[in-house]
């Protein structure tokens, strides 16, 4: 079949922070995008806030890259910056399904680590070609040697028998902050020999296959990603799989439902760099942008419309994580944010449905509130706080896990969990896991003062966990967790030792209530805070809730008293993030989200009604 030598498509893969987003800035900068005294971002491709916060892509984007060769030949490069944390999976699933193969990126230092291996997975299971890049080969800590070793045995780990031509994989050693990229190992710690990233390039035109296709055939094109424009409404992203599509054609648009209608093109855009330009048309392994089918969704054929051959639905790894989302029900409703109906929440919750092909939203007994399903903590925490940004104030349950009956028997989703703690904090950790169901897989102990191991524990077990490993290491431990399958129900697991301190009125917080409650355990308000009654004001020392009068006020006399006007000294009150106050939520609790706060409360915010509710389950 012929193919087009002037194209290709390639994916970045890798694990979190192992510098996807950083390579491809640097082969933007070496590919002439930008002028040289162009101001631009670092991580240019993290365009949305949330992922300039917290440092990790989110949403896979495209871009492409002008890239010459040392013969006089253009070649134009398709690069799809995909996220490394498995919560955003589905992302990977449809960037994987526009390339013809993929780069996967590993850090000289941390080796292969579990999101290493579900990315990889997804590429082998494409049976796509795959270049090993070594990144960060220039950290003082780099072990470039044993990484590489480590990345030909997680390979040996996943392919059959079928695949093992895929081992026979080129490597390439770079350091993607300097721009810099080398065929040949350098020592630890130094710098690639080579002055540029041709090498890498070079690597990438003879690696990853041009896209091929038939002469003659009819238009195929597949929709593997949404985006908007103020100007031209809904776009699709789609890879050109056959044919040709030109700018105002009428072309079949073969739904979802299996239904076929004719529609016509208002726009058609190819990607320049981080620039999307009008095209008069686009060929076999163009991956193109198209306006005027404003209702096109994720996993739908463009098509001929005179012999229209739909493409096969993008299908992704069902969740594993849920919980319940909505409207604001506690007494301080509708005082900062803008969007508080069960109407507009719902709205926004199937807008969310278009665009994210890896969650589901299920009806639940309550006409105001739904269970939304998603592959982890991670993935629905950053949903909820793009809807907070956006003025919603929403009720958010505790995050549970989705249970399967497999063979007559209760099975759930358990995680395949990777530490990385200072050899000192080993008894630690295995008694962590041990009340969590952990069983070990791995222990490797690298020489250098720290261990890594491997577990696989219940996904449930992890609900909570990072904050206390956190504590429990004194901040030096580090953890990735990734789905691995589902087992038999563990069992019951008890993972939060201590209970709350729930607030028994309504007022405002005052400092001498506070300085006498904060002995009882942790405060999380502070003098001035609204509290109301069920609303959660502090973490008890003890196992058990505790009714507390978080707005006590100091009696005054007009008798002076010697030790009247000591000051009261309040320890700071511990201000929890969303994902921090999802980890501490218990099943009887739930959170507040506004625009301007976050509270803990009680689903049952009488205390009376609460206690009648635990009389109940007693004798029952």
């Known amino acids: 079949m ?83 944390h498995a919560d955003f999976g589905g ?10 193969g ?35 080969v220039d950290r003082s800590d780099a072990r470039i040697a044993e990484v590489v070793e480590e990345t030909y045995e997680l390979f040996m780990d996943l392919v059959d028998d079928s695949q093992t031509d895929v081992l026979d994989f080129p490597v390439v050693y770079a350091s993607a902050k300097a721009g810099r990229a080398s065929l040949t190992a350098p020592a630890d710690g130094e710098m690639p020999d080579s002055d540029n990233l041709e090498p890498f390039f070079a690597t990438i035109l003879d690696t990853i296959p041009a896209p091929s296709y038939e002469e003659g055939a009819p238009l195929q094109a597949h929709v593997t990603n949404l985006d908007a424009s103020p100007y031209l409404g809904r776009l699709a992203l789609l890879r050109v799989v056959a044919g040709r599509i030109e ?45 005027g089918i404003p209702d096109i969704t994720i996993g739908e054929t463009i098509a001929d419309p005179e012999d229209p051959r739909p493409l096969p639905l993008i299908t992704v790894d069902e969740p594993s994580i849920s919980m319940t989302i909505g409207i604001n029900t506690s007494p301080l409703a ?25 969650i589901r939203v299920l009806p639940t007994e309550r006409p105001d509130t739904w269970e939304v399903q998603g592959r982890g903590e991670l993935q629905l925490a950053v949903l909820v706080e793009m809807m907070r940004r956006e003025g919603f104030e929403l009720t958010v349950g505790k995050p549970q896990v989705v249970t399967r009956t497999i063979d007559g028997k209760l099975h759930e989703p358990v995680e395949r969990l990777t530490i990385d703690v200072p050899e000192d904090f080993i008894g630690v950790v295995t ?55 589902y087992e038999p129900w563990f069992g019951e697991l008890r993972t939060r030792p201590t209970g709350s301190l729930v607030a028994d009125r309504s007022g405002t917080v005052t400092a001498f209530a506070l300085f006498n409650l904060q002995e009882r355990g ?15 004001v502090g973490e008890n020392a003890r196992a058990d809730d505790m009714d ?73």
């Not at 992302?91 to 013809?100: C, K, P, Q």
């Not at 969590?436 to 909570?464: C, D, F, S």
């Open 334 to 358: 509708g005082k900062s944010g803008k969007q508080l109906t069960a109407r507009l929440v719902k709205a926004r919750l199937d807008a969310e449905l278009i665009g994210n092909v890896s």
């Open 522 to 536: 942790t405060m999380f308000v502070s003098p001035g805070a609204d509290v109301y009654e069920g609303m959660i």
């Open 102 to 136: 993929v780069v996967l990126l590993v850090d000289a230092s941390e080796g292969p680590l579990p999101q290493t291996r579900f990315v990889l997975r997804k590429a082998l299971a494409k049976k796509l070609p795959i270049i090993v890049c070594v990144n960060k």
């Open 247 to 291: 700018r105002g054609q009428t072309v079949a648009w073969c739904k979802a439902d299996g239904t076929i209608s004719n529609v016509k093109l208002s726009e058609l855009l190819k990607t320049q760099a981080l620039e999307r330009v009008p095209a008069d048309s686009a060929g076999p392994g163009d991956i193109v942008a198209i306006a």
């Open 548 to 620: 507390v009068n978080p707005t006590k006020e100091k009696k005054l006399t007009n008798v002076r008293s010697s030790t009247g006007d000591e000051l009261e000294r309040l320890i700071p009150a511990k201000l929890l993030n969303m994902e921090q106050a999802l980890e501490f939520c218990r099943e009887d609790e739930c959170l507040e989200i506004t625009p301007e706060a976050v509270r803990i409360r009680k689903v049952e915010l009488s205390a009376g009604d609460r206690a009648k509710s635990r009389n109940r389950a007693k004798r029952g």
């Open 91 to 100: 992302e990977v699933e449809r960037g994987l399904e526009m390339v013809d």
């Open 431 to 485: 008694q962590l896991m041990g009340l969590r169901r952990g069983r070990l897989e791995q222990m490797v102990n690298h020489g250098t003062g720290w261990v890594r191991v491997e577990y696989v524990v219940p996904a449930r077990g992890l609900i909570g966990f990072r904050t206390e490993f956190l504590t429990e290491t004194r901040g030096t431990g580090l953890m990735h967790h990734v789905f691995d399958s």
């Open 2 to 84: 012929p193919t087009r030598q002037d194209l290709r498509n390639v994916a970045i893969v890798a694990h979190v922070d192992h510098g996807k987003t950083t390579l491809v800035d640097a082969m933007l900068w070496q590919s002439g995008a930008f002028r040289e005294n162009q101001a631009v971002d670092d991580r240019v491709m993290d365009s949305n806030a949330l992922e300039r916060e917290k440092g990790i892509t989110i949403l896979a984007k495209n871009t492409a890259v002008a890239h010459r060769t040392p013969d006089g030949h253009d070649v134009t490069i398709n690069i799809i910056d995909t996220p490394g």
